[in-house]
């Protein structure tokens, strides 16, 4: 197996000093790379990600703020928001040796090309390999060593074998997988169907609706899934109904506080205001779009974004989503 030891980790939020933590404990060599010379500063300085402050950064962890850092680095792990993820993978050009492993880390679909992430990589960066890495897991939890476990595919099994090696411990155990498709729809679309979930939550319609949303929202993300070429199983593996389960119920999903947050009274924009990425409201549309394109059948997430878009209040999208006829649930 190929031993992959030099681990750089782009971009330095939440997510970044999470996994950069996950590569430094399962003992590889780590440079954190963030956005710029300032921004590596504040993180030395603090020594810890300026987006989650409170958990300190492995100390034998490098800071860099710039891309000439990743020169040497025998996997790359992406970790930026998804609609950077073309502009900042297309810098790696320069420094990245053929063939050297990319993983998306974002959860999201890019707007205008409608390319999910391991083509955007692919396209950037077309002698790298691109895989991807989603799962249940929130960047505190994983920062702070908490038992957590996601899915980590590329096309190539042996590249994927070596990834879950290079990152796993007992803390953190990365299943490895072949269907980039399948890991990367979930991901995307579990975040749209969260908010939803979320708006539910904080209308306060009871527990037992937002049990029905998130289950008719993984009948939403399964057909999806299947018109885009995602094998089942993936779907309803840990980056999909694993990481759907998670975000649909936890108040420290950023998807799910922004649904809350509308559904509690705060307009679109207002609720936006909070700072925080919450990917799902940039995947919405897209996600819409694409299910249009191929006949899926998505009354949730087009709720979402219509509601997203100011185009439905949330009474009008609750209304229209419990007068649907009544069908054969499959
Ligand atoms: N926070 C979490 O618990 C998890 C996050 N993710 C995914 O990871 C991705 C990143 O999320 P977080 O790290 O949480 O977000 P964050 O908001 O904490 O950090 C984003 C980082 O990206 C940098 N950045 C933003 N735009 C950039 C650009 N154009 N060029 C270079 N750098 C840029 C920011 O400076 C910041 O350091 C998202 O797609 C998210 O869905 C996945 C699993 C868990
Ligand atoms: O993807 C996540 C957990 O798996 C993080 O969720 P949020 O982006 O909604 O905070």
């Given at each position: 197996?190929?031993?992959?030891?030099?681990?750089a980790?782009i971009?330095?939020?939440?997510?970044?000093?999470?996994?950069?933590?996950?590569?430094?404990?399962?003992?590889?060599?780590?440079?954190?790379?963030?956005?710029?010379?300032?921004?590596?500063?504040?993180?030395?300085?603090?020594?810890?990600?300026?987006?989650?402050?409170?958990?300190?950064?492995?100390?034998?962890?490098?800071?860099?703020?710039?891309?000439?850092?990743v020169?040497?680095a025998?996997a790359v792990l992406l970790?930026?928001?998804?609609?950077?993820?073309?502009?900042?993978?297309?810098?790696l050009?320069?420094?990245l040796?053929?063939?050297t492993?990319v993983v998306?880390?974002?959860?999201?679909?890019?707007?205008?090309?409608?390319?999910?992430?391991?083509?955007?990589?692919?396209?950037?960066?077309?002698?790298?390999?691109?895989?991807?890495?989603?799962?249940?897991?929130?960047?505190?939890?994983?920062?702070?060593?908490?038992?957590?476990?996601?899915?980590?595919?590329?096309?190539?099994?042996?590249?994927?074998?070596?990834?879950?090696?290079?990152?796993?411990?007992?803390?953190?155990?990365?299943?490895?997988?072949?269907?980039?498709?399948?890991?990367?729809?979930?991901?995307?679309?579990?975040?749209?169907?969260?908010?939803?979930?979320?708006?539910?939550?904080?209308?306060?319609?009871?527990?037992?609706?937002?049990?029905?949303?998130?289950?008719?929202?993984?009948?939403?993300?399964?057909?999806?899934?299947?018109?885009?070429?995602?094998?089942?199983?993936?779907?309803?593996?840990?980056?999909?109904?694993?990481?759907?389960?998670?975000?649909?119920?936890?108040?420290?999903?950023?998807?799910?506080?922004?649904?809350?947050?509308?559904?509690?009274?705060?307009?679109?924009?207002?609720?936006?205001?909070?700072?925080?990425?919450?990917?799902?409201?940039?995947?919405?549309?897209?996600?819409?779009?694409?299910?249009?394109?191929?006949?899926?059948?998505?009354?949730?997430?087009?709720?979402?974004?219509?509601?997203?878009?100011?185009?439905?209040?949330?009474?009008?999208?609750?209304?229209?989503?419990?007068?649907?006829?009544?069908?054969?649930?499959?």
């Amino acid at each position: 197996m190929t031993i992959l030891q030099r681990i750089a980790v782009i971009g330095a939020g939440a997510w970044g000093a999470a996994l950069a933590n996950v590569a430094a404990r399962a003992g590889r060599d780590v440079v954190l790379v963030a956005r710029d010379a300032d921004a590596a500063d504040a993180v030395r300085r603090a020594g810890a990600s300026p987006h989650l402050p409170d958990v300190a950064l492995d100390g034998a962890i490098a800071v860099a703020g710039g891309i000439d850092a990743v020169a040497g680095a025998d996997a790359v792990l992406l970790v930026v928001p998804a609609q950077a993820h073309g502009a900042v993978a297309a810098t790696l050009a320069p420094v990245l040796a053929p063939g050297t492993p990319v993983v998306a880390c974002a959860k999201g679909i890019e707007r205008g090309t409608r390319r999910f992430m391991t083509d955007v990589i692919a396209a950037a960066l077309p002698g790298a390999t691109p895989a991807i890495l989603s799962g249940p897991s929130f960047a505190a939890d994983v920062a702070r060593g908490l038992p957590t476990a996601v899915t980590l595919a590329a096309a190539d099994d042996a590249v994927a074998v070596a990834l879950a090696h290079a990152l796993g411990t007992p803390t953190f155990r990365p299943y490895h997988a072949t269907d980039l498709r399948g890991v990367e729809i979930g991901g995307a679309a579990k975040n749209v169907l969260a908010i939803a979930v979320g708006i539910v939550r904080g209308r306060r319609l009871g527990a037992s609706a937002a049990a029905a949303l998130t289950t008719r929202g993984f009948a939403e993300l399964m057909r999806f899934g299947r018109a885009y070429g995602a094998r089942p199983e993936t779907l309803t593996g840990l980056s999909g109904l694993g990481d759907l389960i998670l975000t649909c119920s936890s108040r420290q999903s950023r998807n799910f506080s922004l649904g809350i947050a509308i559904g509690d009274g705060l307009s679109p924009g207002e609720a936006r205001q909070s700072g925080l990425l919450a990917e799902g409201a940039f995947t919405a549309p897209v996600l819409v779009e694409m299910a249009a394109e191929r006949n899926v059948d998505m009354p949730i997430a087009a709720a979402v974004a219509a509601v997203l878009d100011g185009r439905l209040g949330v009474d009008q999208a609750i209304a229209a989503l419990t007068t649907r006829p009544f069908r054969a649930e499959h």
